[in-house]
C-alpha cells in the first residue's frame, strides 16, 4: 500500500504523523520511532519493542512449555556447583 500525505514542520522542527499514516503502519503516542535520511529523503521507521514483536509480530516456530523446561534443566547442568 502507498499512501501520501503532506504536512508541515513545525516550531522547533517539530513533524506530526498524520493519523491515517500512524494506525496504518501502527505508530502510537510515546513509542520510539527511527529516522534516517536516504538519499536527500528523511525515512522514519517505527522501532518494535520485544513485547509487542511477541503479541503481535509474525509467529514463525512453535516452542512447547515442556521443551523449555527441558534446555533450562541442560543448561543448568552445565553451570558449576556451588
Do not use: F, N
Request: proline letters at 5%.
Amino acid at each position: 500500500m502507498s499512501i501520501s500525505v503532506e504536512t508541515k514542520v513545525g516550531k522547533k522542527r517539530v513533524v506530526v504523523i498524520p493519523r491515517k499514516i500512524a494506525e496504518i503502519v501502527g505508530v502510537r503516542e510515546g513509542q520510539r520511532i527511527r529516522m534516517t535520511v536516504q538519499g536527500g529523503k528523511i525515512v522514519i521507521e517505527p522501532i518494535r519493542d520485544a513485547i509487542r514483536l511477541a503479541l503481535h509480530g509474525k509467529k514463525i516456530g512453535v516452542i512447547m512449555p515442556e521443551e523449555i523446561e527441558e534446555e533450562s534443566l541442560r543448561e543448568q547442568e552445565k553451570l558449576p556447583r556451588q
